[in-house]
Structures are given as structure tokens and as C-alpha cells.
């Protein structure tokens, strides 16, 4: 059974940072992975989507990697502004027939002026 | 182009009643899925439609059920409500059953 875990749970920074958020999966059988960012009360908005095949995909200052063989996926955040103050979740999707997404607790992050 | 559209996106229940959610995709987008968002729970899967069928049921009782039309508008419904059904429903749609997920802003259900 797939597992996403995110650690840390929050995270705290000060404006212009570069920072790193890391997601973990069991089950290295996935179809593709998918960040997204939700703000308090609101939906979630959809990041950078990495297919199983490719290493890493990037949009403007956000760069995600994906390496199937630790299990391992990394949001990269280059110069943190005080609007990327959100949570970060990161779902897998299974390549089992059921193709569920499974979600991350997600970390918490706090980009302080 | 629009997004994915959720209605209500406020409503207040009390325990036993009924609610029906409704959820409008991304125009072209033909899968459909639903989760339920609680703080001590996180997001959790409801079920997924893809063409009017459903594709994938979680884990919740069969007080949860879901429907997809024609037009690849989704309703859920959730009958004989109980205080632990207070949540954010989130809907979410794709071009395929394993695309990219684009979400809509959600619908908070309270039960009194």
C-alpha cells in the first residue's frame, strides 16, 4: 500500500531563502507525482507535475526532482518570498489499475519579511 | 478558460439531514474525483468518475455516494449526516484518469 510522508511538517524561513521541502513515497511504482500549494480555506493549486519517467521539471522558481529508486521527491524554492507562505503537498499517483492519487500531510511554510 | 467550479461554498447542516454537492470540470476535462479535507485526517480519496462511471470508491461508509453526468458535471450527496462529516469537499478534474489535477476552491460543510 502506498505511503506519501512530508517532513518537516512546518517549516520557517526568512525572506529570500532558498529552501527545500521533501517528499517520500513506499512504493517507487508510481505513474507521476504532482505538487501542489494550498492557501488557508482555499483549494488546492496545482504546481509542476513530473511524469515516472522524467528526473525534474521546472516553473519559474520552483524546481521539483523525482529519483523513483529512493522513493524520493524534492521541491526546490529558489529566493522565498512572503507569498509563498502556504502548505505543500506532494500525491503520487499508483501505477496499479486504480490510479489513486495519494496525498502527503503536507509541510507548512512560513517565509517571514 | 474557466476552472473547475464548486457550489455551495458555504453550507450548514444538522446532524441526519442530506447534502448534495455539485462540481463543474474544466471544460474538456472527463474525469472527475472527490476528497474530503478535515485538519486531523488530511485529504482524503471519496471516489472518481470518468465518463459517467465510476472508476475508484475510498474507504467511506455508503453514506457517501457520487454521480457523473453527460456533460461531466459531478454531484456528491451525503445522507443522514453526522458531526464528523464536517469538512472541506474538494473536487477535482483531469483530461484523463491519470493527468494533472486541477481543483476547485471546495465546498466547507458544517454539521450541527
Known amino acids: 500500500k502506498q505511503e506519501v510522508t512530508q517532513i518537516p511538517a512546518a517549516l520557517s524561513v526568512p525572506e529570500g531563502e532558498n529552501l527545500v521541502l521533501n517528499c517520500s513515497f513506499t512504493d517507487s511504482a508510481i505513474y507521476n507525482l504532482q505538487w501542489f500549494r494550498q492557501d488557508p480555506g482555499k483549494g488546492l493549486t496545482s504546481l509542476l507535475l513530473?511524469?515516472?519517467?522524467?528526473r525534474e521539471q521546472t516553473s519559474g522558481r520552483l524546481n521539483a526532482s523525482l529519483d523513483k529508486s529512493s522513493g524520493r521527491s524534492t521541491l526546490y524554492i529558489a529566493a522565498s518570498q512572503p507569498g509563498d507562505s502556504a502548505t505543500y503537498l506532494c500525491?503520487?499517483?499508483?501505477?496499479?489499475?486504480?490510479?489513486?492519487?495519494?496525498f502527503g500531510s503536507g509541510t507548512r511554510l512560513l517565509v517571514r519579511p | 478558460k474557466a476552472g473547475v467550479t464548486q457550489t455551495p461554498r458555504y453550507l450548514i447542516k444538522t446532524r441526519g439531514q442530506q447534502v448534495t454537492l455539485s462540481c463543474s470540470p474544466i471544460?474538456?476535462?472527463?474525469?472527475v474525483s472527490w476528497y474530503q479535507q478535515t485538519p486531523g485526517q488530511g485529504l482524503q480519496f471519496l471516489f472518481e468518475?470518468?465518463?459517467?462511471?465510476?472508476?475508484n470508491k475510498g474507504n467511506f461508509p455508503g453514506r457517501f455516494s457520487g454521480r457523473q453526468f453527460s456533460n461531466s458535471r459531478s454531484e456528491m450527496n451525503v445522507s443522514t449526516l453526522e458531526l464528523g462529516d464536517s469538512a472541506l469537499y474538494l473536487c477535482a478534474s483531469s483530461l484523463h484518469t491519470d493527468g494533472e489535477l486541477f481543483f476547485g476552491e471546495g465546498s466547507r460543510l458544517t454539521v450541527l
Open positions: 468518475y470518468f465518463s459517467e462511471t465510476q472508476r
Open positions: 471544460s474538456g476535462h472527463r474525469s
Open positions: 513530473i511524469q515516472s519517467s522524467q
Open positions: 500525491a503520487a499517483r499508483s501505477m496499479d489499475s486504480s490510479y489513486k492519487l495519494i
